[in-house]
């Protein structure tokens, strides 16, 4: 009997050059969608081999029922590019999302669900380019370094110590992959398929993506905060956290986001399509 949160072998992509020049891996789940429906994009999480399929390929065909879906492998990540960010990180990866969108002909605002890495990029998305963004779903992520534990625990670095300590000593291991995503990233650690732990290991072996790691976040450009772009936003916005994102979301004002506490989306995949649909409904 398959796992039940086994996505199973990752569907065919395609690799699409953006107006600046990055190659993107694009997943696009769109035979069975009407075509005058608002179009889903998926932006995966920051983790050691996270890839759009990983993180997305549970839930992202129970959205395909109704609305054409993309699941893009987001810059330095599975088999997109891996350039240098220059500048601002946030505001240079959102520029290149909708380099990326003029090429898929996303012209009209697209409903965005996101994990981690990929909402903070969608952070600046909304912000930035708010006629490109309709509404938000964002789980886990963190636009500013600061919340009600201010300073945040382990410096806001979290993240960044558990890739360096990944990558470190003796290398990437699966029981590393698999520690790390039940320490950091899953409620109910029982539950982790170990095809997407292998999937993700796998992924971190990339040799580039071990060149990038050896440099920790030099090449990722500068760390930018988006209190200010928090501010801006007007899109309907859902705000799911777990109790190690909560005090992330302290900036998140009432007056662009309705907050709440659940535990993984992944491990409820039919709740979590049910909670964004207020949000995203076509």
Known sequence: MNHPLDAGPELPGRTITAGDGVDYHVISLTNSAPTDATPAVFLHGGGPGCSSWTDFGVVAPLFAADRPCHLVDLVQYGKTAKPTIVGPRWSWLAASMISLWDELELTEPVDIICNSWGGTIAIALASEYPDRVRSMVITGSMPVFYGPLAPLPEGARRGRKARDAYFGGDGPTLDK?????????????????????????????????????????????????????????????????????????????????????????IEHRITFRRSARPITTP
Do not use: F, N
């Not at 899953?186 to 993700?200: G, K, M, N, Q």
């Not at 007007?234 to 506490?261: D, F, K, M, N, Y």
């Open 177 to 265: 992959m698999r520690e790390l995503m039940a320490d950091l990233e899953w409620y109910d650690a029982t539950l982790i398929p170990e095809s997407t732990v292998e999937l993700r290991y796998e992924q971190s072996l990339d040799r580039e993506e071990m060149e990038l790691a050896a440099h920790s976040d030099d090449l990722r450009g500068e760390w930018q905060d988006l209190e200010e772009h928090l501010k801006t936003i007007q899109c309907p916005t859902l705000v799911s956290t777990t109790p190690s994102s909560r005090p992330t979301t302290r900036s998140c004002s009432p007056g662009w986001c309705r907050a709440g506490s659940c535990t993984s989306w």
